[in-house]
């Protein structure tokens, strides 16, 4: 717990993943993770995709009180288009102290008063504007190197896949990533103000990317804690953390987030500027809002939760639904809508957004305000009319090359998911989408990573890019560390499904490492190769907790007489001596080939004389019980 | 645990779930759950499917030395085609007593020696074969009644759904029933020596099933634990259990088992054959396999695993997968082929099996003893030499009116699983599907109760008819209760979005009530209204654990001030004062849908605009830096 009087306190967990090494890549020394496998493998190093930034480096001395070291300064000097400025002073109300409940406590973060950066007049910070100039920026070849990851020695690893007319490339070329962030199929989310930020990108093209939220409210959390599940929940795998933060401390609770990100960090303004005018949602004004925008703008917020499509015309069509309106967001600017019956000012300054986004390379996550909170409201009206707009205003933000993404539902039954995607993709001109899960059923709390998860790998498979994670705690309460790592490894688990799905080329080199390693009992490297080796190893420990058992060759499921894998080696020993020629080998496999063919064709048979059968009832599924002897 | 030298005492969890009611219904009293919702919220108790048997029914008393009450035996005696006989006497090798360290230890069940039940000489007992003679049994009435809980009332509440070819009738009469089980799309598992179970139908236009295995092994578990882990499953939703032991004590704990199971029971035989042979695969003999099926179908088990569909040929297949064969039964099958160069026993001797099942009516499982065990092993040709194979014996088990279902994979990729779907509706002609998870990734072990969700949901959606549950210890080691537990919710909540995407005609009742509860701050009845209303609530504490927070308008996530749900209510109250006349309504409604119109038009527009630019550049996804600017 923090002591919020004196020096933030703050614990958070570093060292490397068991059986991990960090290692860095190319001239950006971009940073990854392999895992060293048993000799006995006769494997090299499994190399795979790393968000969890400077933690897990031992060669990095961590001090939260410092932040992270400005990896991308330099890189946004260089391009000559930004200025240092004096930055909004601070004001009490960015912190919610506007009454003795809500009096601070939390020290601002300690480092001399930075000064940001911003577009000189005229210019646009934007990725997209770079890339639209045919400029590959750093954060470009960043992302190309991270991305390809062993992409080139895994082609033969994929069995295939069926990406729905995605265009994944065999190899990630920095040209690639330009052109993909050019015609707004990718964002890199990189706010001139949060150099500490490894570049990333989200895209249908590239990996399935996760979120994980974070943040306190005005009934539980604090900052330490919400910095220390930041660094847990990046240890496991999220791609970025947005901070939903909408109690007291808002703005120091942030900068002590963003200062120690690695990843790009999120946030919805209109909850920190409903806490500034006492969270009246009538009360809330444009230039409050605007003043919010600048002020996270100066901290490093990489990308924005707008809820621009929310549009007063709508707000009738959700009134009739089951769960109504359940985006915090949705809801605020619903009612400022009907109180002042006027279009959403959202909606009516979207261009002066924009300029402030250009300004300092801030993305759009397009809120869906109205996203279904029941499968009961699942793709409704007000779904639909909210998602057109969205996709008008991403046009209109592509205009000033600004880069965007679409958030998406929410709860929504099997069946009606993929009109989700393809709806988004035609009229959003395949923005990335941004989905939680969605989940595919109401009726689990306490399980609902799972009721999403299910459907998360599935919009993933569909073309979703970046996931938003849902923790075991969703509906019920705030999620704590565990809840946290439960819902990242989940959404981990779902979005690599989605990446298999799709036929990305070197999705498939891990599960097959591991499968190997499964087959050859070594226990090790199968912990060390899964998503929580923490968890794989105590399951296992639980039963067969003796050192021994790691070496074993069977598991506690069957015992050592029992085993299916010591089984099949043996089968396996057994064919290789019984066919020592391919010759051999090759006969058998014909015989094989020819005894199924003929067992598919009794199988066939069969089945057609039981449709004769029915047939020579006249097809009457409902015969009555005295026809049917 | 138990004392294995007198009584044994086995402590097993009974009373209702939290917020039901058990209440029985129609001539034969058919076991159903009723939750009671709060008054305010002016609506009925919600009906559920209930598994859970007498346990959960205060009125009856639960004696486990005794067993419970045989619900159906006198219905099988009224059919006058059943015998009592002498049973095969109890061998010590049937408990696995071969050496000093397999010397039994659990005591027999209790009650005086039963004398069970057979088919008399020419008759056979199988719900199939008096389907087809147009009989409706009692059986099949009481599974219309339980299958049809609450439908009639509840058509509205669909909205939509993919069968994918089922036909789900909107009512389901006994007669659908019959017709069902005639045509083989499902089965009714109801061995006649297994009268305490409660009838329930598997097939793919009945509400989508699932199983909970349980088990003990030579390294862990004990018959005590085995019991209450069963009352356990079924009290959160199981439909059948398996009992897959392996070790000592065999028989006696499936005895225990079955005369206290309300559910059907089913086993893989040849575990316990392998057992009488000292564990090794070549001493297997037909001799020895047949006694093991007339010892288990004396006890009462109602469907048995026949991996009868590894056969000699299509062993070589599987030597060089990743992961070999990963079945036991499967590997031992295997084993014994190569070992003898001989066809399986279980292939040559089928119809002699098959003559057994008549006599008890039992249900064959037809094992998938080549299923993949890891994502690289997917769909390939061992796996599908062996399905048309369990195809050719289908239709061979129906020609004695012998009940089938078949089982499935395992490990597959998403994009793999609609292929195994679609090839076993086709070669199977629509026996019922019966599969594990499958799971969509290798990476996750500790997580493989979600990878494999993610599977079986999907599908559960495209037609089979139950699941086999994973529990988080899947690959790892064997499950303890609170495994038991997450394993069935995890598969209850999967198979239920099955049965949502399906379209059924009641799924969404339960999705539409717990919503409205969400909805209103309901917070007991969400908690009684989903699957696990103890975690439920115990998460909503951990926030909030005060009493009054139970009926707080709010929750924890969001906090008394800023509450979505709080502000939609508000956004609802002024929409219906502002349009009082259903005039005013619809006019609003009428400027949205325009509004959406014109903003869909927008974005298409842009979108259009968009494709231009790439279009007057050639169409050239790669273009050079150079170019593109």
Not at 46 to 74: C, F, H, N
Not at 109 to 122: D, N, Q, S, W
Not at 269 to 292: M, N, S
Not at 603 to 615: F, L, Q, T
Request: aromatic share 8%; proline share 6%.
């Amino acid at each position: 717990m923090a002591d919020i009087n004196s020096k933030l306190e703050i614990g958070v967990t570093t060292g490397p993943i068991r059986g991990s090494r960090k290692v860095h890549v190319g001239p950006y020394n971009v940073a990854m993770r392999e895992i060293d496998l048993e000799p006995s493998s006769g494997e090299p190093p499994l190399r795979v995709y790393d968000t969890s930034g400077p933690y897990t480096d031992p060669d990095v001395q961590i001090d939260i009180q410092a932040g992270l070291a400005p990896l991308r300064r330099q890189w946004q000097l260089d391009r000559g288009d930004v200025e240092e400025y004096a930055p909004r002073d601070v004001k009490p109300e960015d912190n919610g102290q506007l009454g003795p409940d809500r009096s601070g406590g939390v020290p601002p973060f300690p480092t001399a008063l930075r000064r940001p950066l911003r577009a000189k007049a005229g210019a646009n910070l934007s990725q997209m504007h770079y890339a639209r100039r045919g400029i590959i920026t750093p954060e470009m070849e960043y992302v190309a190197a991270r991305e390809n990851l062993g992409r080139a020695i895994a082609r033969e690893a994929s069995s295939g896949g069926e990406s729905w007319g995605a265009s994944i490339p065999l190899n990630v070329t920095p040209e690639f990533v330009r052109d993909e962030v050019a015609r707004g199929r990718a964002i890199i989310p990189s706010n001139v103000n949060h150099p500490e930020c490894e570049p990333m990108a989200i895209g249908r093209n590239f990996l399935v990317k996760i979120n994980a939220n974070i943040g306190n409210s005005a009934v539980a959390s604090d900052v330490a804690s919400e910095v220390d599940k930041m660094v847990w929940s990046i240890r496991w795998g999220a791609d970025t953390v947005m901070d939903l933060s909408t109690g007291r401390n808002i703005h120091d609770t942030r900068e002590w987030i963003i200062r120690n990100s690695p990843v790009p960090i999120g946030t919805v303004p209109i909850y920190q500027a409903l806490e500034k005018v006492g969270g009246v949602a009538e009360d809330l004004t444009w230039d409050i809002f605007r003043d919010t925008l600048i002020e996270q703008a100066e901290q490093g917020v990489d990308y924005f939760t707008i809820h621009a499509g929310v549009r007063l015309p709508y707000v009738p069509m959700a009134a009739k639904r089951v769960t109504g309106i359940v985006s915090r967001g949705g809801s605020i600017m619903a009612k400022w809508c009907l109180a002042h019956h006027k279009e959403s000012f959202l909606y009516e300054k979207f261009d002066e957004i924009t300029e402030i986004m250009k300004a300092y390379d801030i993305a759009y996550s397009l809120g869906d305000g109205l996203r279904p909170g029941s499968i009961a409201d699942a793709n409704d009206e007000a779904q639909f009319a909210e998602l057109y707009t969205l996709g008008e205003l991403t046009h209109r933000a592509w205009k000033s090359d600004v880069q965007v993404m679409i958030e998406g539902p929410g709860h929504v039954p099997m069946h009606k998911i993929k009109e989700n995607m393809e709806k988004q993709l035609q009229v959003c001109g395949e923005a990335p989408f941004y989905t939680l899960g969605p989940l595919v059923t109401d009726i689990a709390p306490g399980y609902d990573h799972i009721t999403s998860g299910i459907g998360a790998a599935q919009i993933g498979w569909y073309g979703t890019a970046m996931l938003c994670y849902v923790t075991p705690k969703e509906h019920l309460g705030l999620p704590d560390r565990d809840d946290v790592k439960v819902g990242v490894v989940t959404y981990k688990l779902a979005a690599h499904a989605a990446d298999l799905a799709k036929g990305h080329p070197a999705a498939q080199m891990r599960d097959d490492a591991l499968s190997r390693a499964r087959f050859e009992f070594r226990w090790r490297d199968q912990f060390n190769l899964s998503l929580d080796p923490d968890t794989a190893e105590e399951y296992h420990d639980q039963t067969l907790p003796a050192e021994g058992a790691k070496t074993a060759h069977f598991c506690s499921m069957c015992g050592p007489k029992f085993c299916s894998m010591q089984i099949s080696q043996e089968v396996r020993d057994f064919a290789a001596k019984q066919n020592q020629t391919a010759d051999g080998f090759l006969a058998a496999e014909k015989w094989g080939a020819d005894t199924a063919a003929a067992s598919k064709a009794a199988a066939e048979e069969g089945m057609r004389e039981m449709s004769k059968v029915y047939h020579d009832k006249g097809d009457n599924l409902y015969l009555p019980a005295e026809e049917a002897k």
